[in-house]
């Protein structure tokens, strides 16, 4: 098990206010995840789903890229986009003072990718800096 940590409230906050604002304002996104690098749920919005399942599945992407991404020599893994025939998962990289975490998020096909990728990189930027 990872160790225990605990997040300021004021960025617990922004996680669930900036993954509710993903999850209704972009078109096509069904489920926003936070989660601590090894696999624990910090904070979510989701329209359906198990967030204790996504937050394992990005704890074990995180882990794969960070291996090619050393492997390659092309530094620290930010993120891995997972594209498919029905939509697309993002998972992105934060790396704070006090953690490093993973963002995912799971959109349908009719979500923009760009769009997505764009919001899921400035929301990863802020929650480092906050």
């Not at 160790?3 to 304002?25: D, G, M, N, V, W």
């Not at 979510?44 to 492997?71: C, H, L, N, W, Y």
């Amino acid at each position: 098990m990872g160790k225990t940590f605990e997040l300021p409230p004021s960025a617990k906050a922004f996680i669930l206010q900036e993954s509710e604002r993903l999850l209704h304002e972009i078109s096509g996104v069904n489920a926003v995840v936070v989660a601590t690098v090894d696999g624990f749920d910090v904070g979510s919005a989701m329209k359906q789903g198990d967030p204790t399942r996504v937050a394992a599945m990005a704890s074990s992407i995180f882990a794969i890229s960070g291996v090619v991404s050393s492997e390659a020599h092309l530094g620290r893994s930010r993120s891995v986009t997972i594209d498919t025939d029905q939509g697309f998962v993002i998972v992105h990289s934060i790396y704070r003072d006090d953690a490093d975490l993973v963002i995912s998020v799971i959109a349908g096909e009719d979500a923009i990718l760009g769009q997505v990728a764009y919001q899921v990189a400035q929301f990863a930027r802020n929650l480092a800096a906050a």
